[in-house]
């Protein structure tokens, strides 16, 4: 674990004084809402949350949906699941489409006022009739029910992906619709066998973001950032809270 947290200080850490764009993914500005001392203690110092595992069926289906969205798109033809729910929209021919997909380059933007190279990747890009784009993003999981509609607290997460995806492409020039879609798809288990299958459930979620809230959360994050002090820890942050809790511990002994 140590030659994780080495690493970490190695690359990509915040330099107050350098004047070249310093890179903000769209995970470190949804881990900067969630907890301003986490965000600071990562990108400032270094020293990140420790990291999760990978979810690989997850990642799997991403992919399979990516081809068979590609497949309709080089058709020039609408989904099925978009017919189905009447949706005036086909998977959109972009030229830079390869390269928003990509983990490491994504669709970015250089924000000029704090010299920040905003960027994330997304999964894809639908356009309607009046050439406006829409955002839209798969999610995979396996539930007892599925999901419908984003009515969980922890679905704050994907609303703020949506819109900080939205700001993005808009800010690259493009007509932006406020209605993206979520692909959400559900691993069913209520048969009776394996037999080295899965059967899905998948629904369409329409959300209509509202991303005015991104330019100032990027000002405040850029403020945070060259702050020679670490902000207070959020109240609700798990992490800081076991921090707190090994260091009081450590003071008693």
């Given at each position: 674990?140590?030659?994780?947290?080495?690493?970490?200080?190695?690359?990509n850490?915040?330099d107050?004084?350098?004047?070249?764009p310093?890179?903000?993914?769209?995970s470190k500005?949804?881990?900067?809402?969630?907890?301003k001392?986490?965000?600071?203690l990562?990108?400032?110092?270094?020293?990140?949350?420790?990291?999760?595992y990978?979810?690989?069926?997850?990642?799997?289906?991403?992919e399979?949906?990516?081809?068979?969205?590609?497949?309709?798109?080089?058709?020039?033809?609408s989904?099925?699941?978009q017919?189905?729910?009447?949706?005036?929209?086909?998977?959109?021919?972009?030229?830079?489409?390869?390269?928003?997909?990509?983990n490491?380059?994504?669709?970015?933007?250089?924000?000029?006022?704090?010299n920040l190279l905003?960027?994330?990747?997304?999964?894809?890009?639908?356009i309607?009739?009046?050439?406006?784009?829409?955002?839209?993003?798969?999610?995979?999981?396996?539930?007892?029910e599925?999901?419908?509609?984003?009515n969980?607290a922890?679905h704050?997460?994907y609303?703020?992906?949506?819109e900080i995806y939205?700001?993005?492409v808009a800010?690259?020039?493009?007509r932006?619709?406020?209605?993206?879609y979520f692909?959400?798809?559900?691993?069913?288990?209520?048969?009776?066998?394996?037999?080295?299958?899965?059967h899905?459930?998948?629904?369409?979620?329409?959300?209509?973001?509202?991303?005015s809230?991104v330019?100032d959360?990027?000002?405040?994050?850029?403020?945070?950032?060259?702050?020679?002090?670490?902000p207070?820890?959020?109240?609700?942050?798990?992490y800081?809270?076991?921090?707190?809790?090994?260091?009081?511990?450590?003071?008693?002994?």
């Open positions: 674990m140590s030659e994780y947290y080495n690493a970490k200080r190695e690359k850490l915040f107050p004084s350098s004047p070249k310093f890179k903000v993914s769209r500005i949804d881990l900067f809402t969630e907890c001392r986490c965000f600071y990562d990108r400032r110092l270094g020293v990140g949350r420790p990291p999760g990978p979810f690989a069926l997850n990642s799997a289906v991403d399979l949906l990516k081809r068979e969205f590609d497949f309709y798109r080089h058709r020039n033809e989904h099925p699941i017919a189905k729910y009447g949706i005036d929209a086909r998977p959109a021919k972009l030229p830079d489409l390869d390269q928003w997909r990509n490491f380059v994504g669709v970015q933007y250089h924000h000029e006022p704090t905003i960027f994330g990747a997304i999964d894809d890009v639908w309607n009739s009046k050439n406006e784009l829409h955002l839209c993003d798969y999610k995979a999981t396996s539930k007892e599925a999901t419908k509609e984003l969980d922890w704050d997460g609303r703020r992906q949506m939205q700001w993005l800010r690259n020039g493009h932006v619709s406020r209605r993206g692909v959400y798809t559900n691993g069913r288990r209520d048969r009776e066998r394996f037999d080295d299958m899965l899905f459930e998948t629904h369409l979620i329409a959300y209509d973001g509202d991303s809230w330019e959360t990027i000002i405040k994050l850029h403020q945070c950032l060259i702050s020679d002090h670490p207070e820890p959020s109240p609700d942050c798990d800081c809270r076991y921090l707190d809790a090994v260091n009081g511990a450590l003071r008693i002994k």
